[in-house]
């Protein structure tokens, strides 16, 4: 496996089994947040089972089962075939499963299911989606750069973010503020790289005026960053958001005070890339 940071989002989820006094009162999804492949993410499922007593509590992913724990059979536990989920037996039990190692395939919807024994065969369930993420380990770079512009000049860039999944969102900056007019923004298709991973493309477009120089000089950046789609159901939910960090590349342009032909000469410097 190629040297990306991935990770896991969780979205938790709690299902309130209301209607039902003395049995299953409620059953918690929880599944950890950050992983990187190869290692271990253990599902929590959390349940108060009231007055009734445990039957089994069954995992399924995307509505297909992969574990089962059943008290009072023997062997409890029972693993089931589905891709991207390799359970570690040894560690799961009738709270936890715990799957070893992360993949994409690991990627899905993971519901929990609890059932009580008689008299009461109450059952109640909850569901956490569980997205695998590579956040890009690249700065995005800048290209298109030239060495020199006048006052006046179109100034066409493009900006390529680091590989990642889902596709990174890119922003142009100058001079700290945000460029929002569509003509300025130029969207390139995606490019697409090996184990699902995405780059995006955004170009900037602009002319060149005095008024992007602040003391001599104007900043130009890039900054990319990763929103992934938290699952999120009707039911009440607590979903885990988290800030993802920013990546960003960072071109310092420099006024020279130089005249040629009436024309002030720009210089461009380009600045090592921020790390953030
Ligand atoms: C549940 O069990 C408790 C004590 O074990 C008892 O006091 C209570 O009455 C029971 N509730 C129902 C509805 O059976
Ligand atoms: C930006 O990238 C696009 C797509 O790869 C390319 O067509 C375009 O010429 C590039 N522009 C610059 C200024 O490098």
Known sequence: MENYLWLLVCACNIWVASSISSGI????????????????????????????????????????EFYRFVPKERPQSNWYEVEGVNVDMSRSNSKKVVIRPV????TGLFRCEVSAEAPSFASAQSEA??????????NPVITGVEQE????????????????HPASILHWYINEQQIQKPEALLIYPEEYHQHGLVSSVLGLKFRLSNHHFRGGSMRVKCVASMTPVLYQTDRESIVQTQTLPLREALLLVKSSSSRNHGHAIIFLFLVAHLLT
């Open 149 to 164: 512009y006048q006052i006046g000049d179109e100034i066409n860039l493009n900006c390529t973010s680091g590989r990642s």
């Open 103 to 106: 993949s994409w395939k690991t």
């Open 25 to 64: 009162k409620w059953v918690r999804v929880n599944v950890p947040q950050y992983r990187v492949p190869g290692e271990t993410a253990m599902l929590q499922c959390d349940y108060d089972l009231g007055n009734d007593t445990l039957y089994s509590v069954k995992w399924y992913k995307d509505h297909e």
């Open 129 to 138: 989606k569980m997205e695998v993420v590579a956040l890009p380990t690249e």
